[in-house]
């Protein structure tokens, strides 16, 4: 009787205890979980665009357009210290062409100032091509495709600096919708560069702005992604059934919940990101007396299963932490740590949307061109419907770069009127990096 009126003590001193150490737990994490996502995060988030905590500025438009003509004027800069009728004007030597890049442009009226897009793109494009070394291989022109009667005064500009193809005069365009005028435009260009021979066409938004490092990862993938493969650890060609490759989709798009395929990248992540800690907990917690189930007199076996279960339950708060926290930053702040070196950068499947960065194979182009003329794009079916169409027809893949190569600078919009205020809330993201 005596033996059992300890047992039952010690039984229920025991749960007493672990009841009180659990929800000593339960309240740390809790703090934990307030600290960070009602202190820490909205003060460290509310600047960032694309996370849950972003508190638009009043004077978001002043701060676009002022980030904006800081980029002009860099871009003018650099454009003066190059020579009227260059080497980047000359049209390059036949079959010497790796890559051709057009930039398609029109003209973007506003009322108060010009936003001079295409200077920006062309010197940017140049400035990285000359420190590569390999204006040999690559070769911009202006694709310019203004209606009969319209003048481009930026093209006509830089005519003097760049190659410039203006759509003809005599050839017929469409009156109607601003879709189909769009496709007209993209066709013309893509034969246009096709003419040059190159094995890859390059077609840009002329206010798509390519970032520093995009040629040396363009090239590692092309090189070593695409053009050949590995396998059984011998290299071999690379897939030749893809239709294209883009090099920028909208951030504003990329979140995590905005796709199932994005969905993937959060668990991972936060898998990852817990089993990290789950592992520091393990090393860290030395020996299993550190657990606080292992404070009690249990047998060995019994304080084993007490220090795996603390472990579960490490791995599942610290899971549910990440997962929370990471929706609430935002995906594309974490796509920026592939940018961190070419190696890290990666090929994932594409998608139907968005243009402003495509890279063709040149074996591609005639097909999509007659497919192209074929169609009729308008409201419901755009441009990038039509591509897809054409993809899907043809039984090809295609590829998006990750992280984004170019950045959509286009606050004024040349297809849709008025702005796109996602745009002015992507300059934020560099604003702060200006000098004042």
Not at 29 to 46: D, E, H, K, N, R
Not at 228 to 246: E, I, N, T, Y
Not at 292 to 299: E, R, S, T, V, Y
Not at 375 to 382: A, I, M
Request: charged share 20%; hydrophobic share 40%; glycine share 6%.
């Amino acid at each position: 009787m005596l033996c059992l009126t300890r047992v039952f003590t010690w039984t229920y001193t025991s749960s007493s205890t672990l009841f009180v150490q659990w929800k000593g737990i339960l309240v740390r994490t809790a703090i934990v979980y307030g600290v960070t996502f009602l202190l820490v995060l909205p003060l460290l988030c509310q600047n960032l665009p694309y996370s849950v905590y972003f508190v638009t500025p009043r004077d978001v438009e002043q701060k676009a357009l002022q980030l904006n003509q800081y980029r002009v004027s860099d871009a003018e800069k650099y454009l003066a210290t190059l020579a009227k009728n260059g080497p980047s004007k000359a049209l390059p030597k036949a079959g010497s062409l790796r890559i051709v890049v057009g930039v398609i442009s029109v003209s973007r009226k506003t009322r108060t100032f010009s936003t001079q897009y295409l200077t920006q793109v062309m010197a940017g494009l140049h400035k990285i091509i000359a420190r590569h070394g390999v204006e040999d291989e690559v070769f911009t022109f202006i694709c310019t495709t203004q209606k009969a009667g319209r003048s481009h005064p930026e093209a006509d500009r830089l005519a003097g600096y760049f190659h410039v193809v203006r759509f003809p005069l005599d050839r017929p365009r469409h009156d109607g919708w601003r879709h189909e005028e769009e496709k007209e435009g993209y066709t013309f260009c893509l034969e246009s560069a096709a003419r040059f021979d190159a094995k890859y066409v390059l077609l840009l938004q002329d206010d798509a702005l390519p970032r520093a490092n995009f040629y040396e990862v363009l090239d590692h993938l092309l090189r070593h992604r695409l053009e050949r493969a590995f396998a059984h650890g011998r290299a071999v060609v690379g897939p030749d059934d893809w239709a294209w490759l883009k090099l920028n989709f909208p951030n504003e798009l990329a979140n995590f919940h905005r796709s199932p395929f994005f969905v993937g990248d959060w668990v991972a992540l936060s898998l990852v990101l817990a089993s990290l800690v789950t592992i520091t907990f393990h090393f860290c917690s030395g020996q299993l007396s550190s657990s606080p189930i292992a404070n009690h007199a249990l047998d060995q076996k019994s304080r084993r299963r007490g220090h795996l279960a603390t472990s579960y339950c490490i791995f599942l708060v610290s899971f549910a932490y990440f997962f929370l926290a990471s929706w609430l930053i935002g995906r594309p702040y974490f796509l920026h740590l592939y940018g961190l070196s070419k190696h890290f950068a990666r090929l994932d499947p594409g998608t139907s949307c968005c243009l402003p960065a495509v890279l063709f194979p040149r074996e591609r182009v005639a097909g999509l061109v007659k497919y192209l003329d074929g169609v009729t794009c308008k409201p419901g079916f755009p441009l990038d419907f039509a591509l897809e169409a054409f993809r899907e027809q043809e039984s090809l893949r295609q590829y998006l770069v990750v992280p984004n190569l170019f950045t959509h600078i286009g606050y004024y919009s040349a297809l849709h009127t008025g702005t796109n205020r996602q745009s002015a809330y992507a300059f934020l993201e560099e604003f702060s990096y200006l000098p004042p």
